[in-house]
């Protein structure tokens, strides 16, 4: 069985039902109406580089291609076989990049590590 994991572009103190309402809006069809977000576009460079979307490989973690992007958020539907390594640079980018990374299974969010200036 396939499972889904999205990065979303909020702001950094967004609260985990802020995420989750962001998600349950997408889904009824309201959209953020701007351009793509530098953040949302740069995680889906680096994470393309690494696993295509638009030609994928047999070995492609991805159950449905190409990704769900949206102007604020890139969602990704995940094979079940997916190795664990994915999961980590998926991961790994959201927090690279200040995205949240919502697991919708169980409505788990992932908020981006913080940072202290210095």
């Known amino acids: 069985m396939s ?3 999205i ?13 989750r309402q962001a998600q349950q809006r997408c889904h009824q069809g309201e959209h953020v109406q701007s351009g793509p977000m530098p953040g949302i576009v740069a995680f889906y460079r680096a994470i393309t580089a690494s696993y295509p979307d ?10 449905v291609t ?13 094979r079940e076989d997916c ?6 640079d998926i991961e790994r980018l959201a927090a690279e990049h200040g995205l949240h990374l919502l697991d919708p299974q169980d409505g788990t969010v992932y908020p981006p590590p913080v940072t202290v200036a210095g």
């Open 66 to 78: 190409p990704l769900h992007c949206g102007p604020d958020h890139i969602e990704m539907r995940m």
């Open 7 to 19: 990065v979303w572009a909020l702001p950094p103190q967004a609260s985990t039902a802020q995420v």
């Open 3 to 5: 499972f889904d994991l």
């Open 83 to 88: 190795p664990d390594q994915v999961l980590l």
């Open 54 to 63: 638009q030609s994928p490989r047999a070995e492609s973690p991805w159950e």
